[in-house]
């Protein structure tokens, strides 16, 4: 499911443009993109240029301008977001045996295992230049912080669905803990460094917990509607609830349960400074009318 099909955002095909080339030429470096080029460059700008509709960017790129920001700190924090997002997928795939992405082959599928490794290493790297460039020196070293907190999140939330194939999770309340992790950690922070840059540390608790409450809605009804289609060993929330209650139960509660996250996220998000939350409110919204 596209998060950017929940709803209509305005046109920034001017900063989405900037934003990918900015990103080409973090993750090319002084190699440049040529045909010496090495294959991890290669992969890494061949997965970038396959697509994705930056959600990451556009939460970042509407925060930052609420809160005032110059626009090529928008598009640092945008590009920040995104090239740590991708080096996720790269190495999703790369755990999952995943063969096609966005229509295409995945980079594992073109180029190996070893190369999957190393290019999503290089877009994770390519995030921390990236966000040195923020015009104010003074904040990167408290951004760079915030940026492995967030990372480390991703990475327990994915040890925690590795760990559920072959330990099945049974309380909602780890279950909401991975997709919190897997989920809110990367929406959470262009939204946390647009308002870290502009000096808003107290928003900081607020905007997390209301990407993380997006982000186990957003599970939710992502595995409402792949019931059908996942195994009984998947991390799936009905697969929890199954285990104690009825069919229909499972599901009422999975809807309730979402609904209530969701509808925290949009009380949460509403409450940022300047607007700064109000695309995350809207996809919010646009996301419990489909519970």
Known sequence: MSLVEL???P?????????????????????????????AVQAALRHLASGGHRVRARLGF????????ARNDAIVIGATAELLHNASLIH???????????????????????????????????????IAQFSRPAMIGEMIRLIH????????????DLS???????????????????????????LELALLGAGFRDALGLAHEAAESFGIGYQIVDDLNDAASDGQF???????????????????IARETGARRLNFAISAAN?????????????????????
Do not use: W
């Open 11 to 39: 046109s920034l095909n001017s900063e989405l443009a900037d934003l990918e080339h900015f990103m080409m030429a973090e993750v090319s470096g002084t190699e440049g993109a040529t045909s010496h080029s090495s294959a």
């Open 62 to 69: 509407e925060a930052a301008e609420r809160l005032g920001l």
């Open 7 to 9: 709803v209509e955002t």
């Open 92 to 130: 999703d795939d790369l755990q999952d045996g995943g063969m096609i992405r966005r229509g295409q082959p995945t980079v594992l599928a073109a180029f190996g295992a070893d190369v999957a490794v190393l290019s999503g290493d290089l877009l994770l790297s390519s995030a921390y230049s990236a």
């Open 271 to 291: 409450r940022l400074p300047a607007g700064s939350g109000e695309l995350l409110g809207k996809l919010a919204r646009a996301l419990s009318e489909r519970l």
């Open 164 to 190: 559920a194939r072959t330990h099945p999770v049974t309380e909602i309340t780890r279950y909401e803990e991975i997709a919190a992790g897997k989920s809110g950690a990367l929406l959470s922070l262009p």
């Open 149 to 160: 907190r967030r990372t480390a999140q991703v990475i327990r939330g994915q040890c925690g």
């Open 234 to 252: 998947t991390l799936n929330l009905l697969n929890i609830l199954t285990a104690r209650h009825s069919a229909d139960e499972a599901n009422r």
